[in-house]
T-cell receptor, first 111, second 118 residues
């Protein structure tokens, strides 16, 4: 089966750095995605990892360790608008476009 | 970037009626479209995968006769919730995939449709 775990909620201070972890156990692996979802809106794509290591994109970075079934999303210089849910999703089959989503981590940024 | 639209954005209907939701890829041809359902404070649950010109593949536990999916063209897929009941009230989101070869392939999400069945 497919299992993706993320913390349910996190709180961080404006201007700080926060790391959101994701662990997965899936029957296959062909990439891990991070999405941001504001309340009542559809998810928007943040990052994609298929090889081990860190991918940096502005204030957002994502890390992957395939041997550990582990990823994290790092958000720097937090802004109030970063308050949202962050979804970890795994594409498990080569040639398959299906994604399995974790339950999401609700991040609250406080002044 | 790729844009996906959904219509309507919000719908309220009476129990027993049918509701159709449209999903369109506006600036690209989507070989594959996906339909998700999201209940409050829950993650996206894949309902079905739809390929243009063929029958949709439904996930386990999703009733194909209740949730009718039609993917008649490369830019349009529709989800019809038949004989809707209050427990069908949810946030329905579609996504579209370019269907390109290679590992870097993301899904582009529509803005979602909030369905409330009274």
């Amino acid at each position: 089966g497919q299992n993706i775990d993320q913390p349910t909620e996190m709180t961080a201070t404006e201007g700080a750095i926060v790391q959101i972890n994701c662990t997965y156990q899936t029957s296959g692996f062909n990439g891990l995605f991070w999405y941001q979802q504001h309340a009542g809106e559809a998810p928007t794509f943040l990052s994609y990892n298929v090889l081990d290591g860190l991918e940096e994109k502005g204030r957002f970075s994502s890390f992957l360790s395939r041997s550990k079934g582990y990823s994290y999303l790092l958000l720097k210089e937090l802004q109030m608008k970063d308050s949202a849910s962050y979804l970890c999703a795994v594409k498990s089959g080569a040639g398959s476009y299906q994604l399995t989503f974790g339950k999401g981590t609700k991040l609250s940024v406080i002044p | 970037g790729a844009v996906v639209s959904q219509h309507p954005s919000r719908v309220i209907c009476k129990s027993g009626t049918s509701v159709k939701i449209e999903c369109r890829s506006l600036d690209f041809q989507a070989t594959t479209m996906f339909w998700y359902r999201q209940f409050p404070k829950q993650s996206l649950m894949l309902m079905a995968t739809s390929n243009e010109g063929s029958k949709a593949t439904y996930e386990q536990g999703v009733e194909k006769d209740k949730f009718l999916i039609n993917h008649a063209s490369l830019t349009l897929s529709t989800l019809t919730v038949t004989s809707a009941h209050p427990e069908d009230s949810s946030f329905y989101i579609c996504s579209a995939s370019l269907g390109l070869a290679g590992a870097l392939e993301t899904q582009y999400f529509g803005p979602g449709t909030r369905l409330l069945v009274l």
